[in-house]
Structure formats: C-alpha cells, structure tokens
C-alpha cells in the first residue's frame, strides 16, 4: 500500500508529538574477582551493556586495578562508575572514557544540576565521608568534615536541593550506626542526621516515594529493617524488622513495594509501603545480588553470581518470574537504565524504519527505506524474543497489526540488521 511522503511527513510529526522514554540499555557493573589470599584481582571489573530490543549483552569497557565496582549510574549522554578508589565517565554511545578522578573510599553518588554528591568509606577511616565535585570536571567543590560527619556513608539520594545519605559507620564492623544523613546542596551545609532507632543501624539503600525516604538497614547482618523519614519534616516515621537475613542483598522500590533479597529463604520477599508490612514471598525468584526496575518495558532486572567465575543478568516480571537471561561478567552487582527518547532511533545507516504512530495501540505503520527485496521484518519484546514475522513490503509501506502484542517497548528489525524502536499501549 502505497503512502506519499507528505502523509508520512505528518504522521513522523504527530510521532514526535508523542515521543515515550524507552530503556536503550541496561548498564551492568560486573566486580571480577578479587582474591584477597593472594591479593590479585583475578578477574578484572568489567562494565557491559544489555540492549533489551535485542536481547544481546556485551562488556563495553575493562577497569584495571580496581578491586571492585561500587556504583554506576547514567546522567544525560554520559556513564559515571565507582570503582574502588576511581571515578569514571565514559560516552554512553562509544563507551569511551572522557575523564577520571581519584576518590579514595568512593561508594555511591547522585546529582543535582552540574553536582556530583559522593559518599565515602574505607576500613580503617577517612578524613571525610561526603563529598561534592563539579559534575563535569570532577573537580572538588567542597566536603563535610569528619567532625560533623564521622561515619562512612552508603547509599544517596538527591530530592529537590537536598541530598540524604546513609550513615552507617560499616567499615566498623563492630560499631555500625544508623541514621539518614541531610546535606543542603544550596548552601553545602549539613542539615542533620536523624536516628533511625535501635533496629535502624546499618543503613545501606536509600529509595524516595513521594514525600517518603526509605532507607533498608541491615543491622548487624542476622537481620533487616526498613525506615520510612518524612523529607518535609525531617522525621521519622518508623523502623520496621523485615527480614531474618537480607545482609547486603538487593533492593528496590517499585511501585508501591520495596524488593528485597531474603538471604535466610534466597528468594526475592516484597514490602508493601501502603499498609508498612512484608506483602509476600516470590517463591522460584532467583538470588539476586543486583536489582533496578525498568518501568519502560515493565520488567525488572536481577543479577546471580558464585561470586568468583559467572555472573548472569535476568529479565524478570513482578512476580519474580524469569523471563530470559544471558551470561554477562563476573559478580554483576550494580545495574543501571539509559533511558532515551523514542524519537530518531534508527540504528543502521543504509537502509532505514519509520513507525507510525508511536505510540502505537492497534496498526503500526511500517516504512522501510533502502531495504533489499525479500528482506523480512521481525518484532521482538524487551526480553529479545521474537513476537512477530512479516515479510519486508516491496512499496517500503505496510501496517501491521499489533493490538494483541502486551503493552511494553519492542524492536522492528530488518534481516539486514536495521532497526527502530516503537512503545506498545
């Protein structure tokens, strides 16, 4: 069915009108191996990259003589990773690295505008356990002394103009603590440090709902709690025992639960923020040791590892579900989304695919562009399985129908390898 490139030029205009967010990748930090008898790293820190189009993973850069990946985080075009005493930035499209700094003690970061907040900790101490730099330089803008702030710190989250820490002093074994850190971005001030309460110590995760800070505390590592603190008065709301052994398991607020690993049942247990108690147990769901949502495509993401040879990434659903896995690195702990725009996601030069509309409920108008005769189209789901086979149309227009397929991201590929991306709703 032939279509006249005025009537595909309003359509790619009504397209842009209604661009989605989709997941491009999930960043997967992967720690290596480590071997602290010999004190070699026998296995390197490695950073790969999942497309969920496609279902295809690969390592994108090698870190040398790091001991292990702490964080990694995607903020605008750029990859930042913490790994053991570095701060990295690499190109989220080439995976070059464009910069790095040295940040003894580095654990985990978050920004706000051109800030990076970076908490700290190391066994034996440090001279501080907070710091801000210059998100694009790294350069030191200013810490909080250990005075004010003399334990390490974990897990930060930034809402609006503050940002709220973890203080655990957990490179202490013996003498953990737990309260919710407040530092003032505006003024770079330390606001306060609230006191989780005596099943509070330990605090490792930080996750914002709302009004609400959750924060899952793993106390002394035979137990878990989770603290709820109100971020516009600054107080806490309660702390409450969760679990009989999470340790320092994954967790993730989604929706309106709190995911975490259940070590004494290594199984996956869900915390329902509405009514403050365990909802349930995902009896099958694999032992996480690394956990994000994808909202995008309505799935989640769990890493499995031995800790020392494999490492694989899971698609899961909410329920705990696998759905498909691909090996990926060694000790693959933390995961991050690279969350771009639906609008211009033609991949290959050459020949080319324009969908309309997007997002699409019912028809999905296929134009492809350069293509060989006798090339065939195929649609695949975040989990890269193949949904749908159709024969590329010889006019370079056809509609499709895909109301049936469930809502969520999927990739129209030509055999040539060509490739776009449309949002199903």
Sequence with gaps: MYRSFLL???????????????????????EGYFNFQTQLQEIPVTLGSYVPGTGVYQTVATISDARFGNHVAVEGDFIFVAADQRLLKYDANTYTLLDEATVPGIRRFAFRENEIVITLGEVGGLSHYCEVRDKNTFDLLYFIDGTTLPHSCEGVQVVGDKAYLAVNNAFDWANTVGKLGIL??????????????????????????????????????????ISKVSITSASLAYTTNVALSSGCGSSAKIGDRVYFMEYSQNVLNRYDI????????????????????????????????????????????????????????????RLALDTRSSVGIDEKVGASIGLFPN????????????????????????????????????????????????DGAYTVRLSNGSAALFIKQ
Excluded: C
């Design 359 to 406: 997002p699409a409920t019912g028809t999905l108008t296929i134009r492809t562009e350069g293509h060989e005769v006798g090339e065939s189209l195929s649609i695949s789901d975040a989990a890269g399985r193949t949904v749908m086979q159709v024969p590329a149309s010889a006019f370079g227009v056809q509609d499709v129908f895909v109301g049936s397929l469930a």
């Design 8 to 30: 595909a030029s309003a359509l790619a205009t009504a397209f842009m009108s209604n661009a989605q967010s989709y997941t491009r990748q999930v960043l997967v930090l992967n």
């Design 184 to 225: 003032d971005m505006t003024t770079g001030m330390w606001e306060t440090s609230l006191d989780l309460g005596p099943d509070g110590s330990n605090p490792e995760n930080i996750m914002v709902d709302g009004d609400a800070i959750y924060a899952l505390n793993n106390k002394d590592f035979t137990g878990s709690s």
């Design 274 to 333: 509405a009514t403050n108690a365990v909802l349930d147990t995902l009896v099958g769901s694999p032992a996480t040791y690394g956990l994000i949502d994808d909202p995008n495509n309505g799935v989640m993401y769990g890493t499995t590892t031995d800790f020392f040879s494999s490492g694989e990434l899971h698609v899961m659903d909410y329920t705990g579900n696998i759905l498909s896995t691909v090996a990926v690195g060694v000790s693959p702990g």
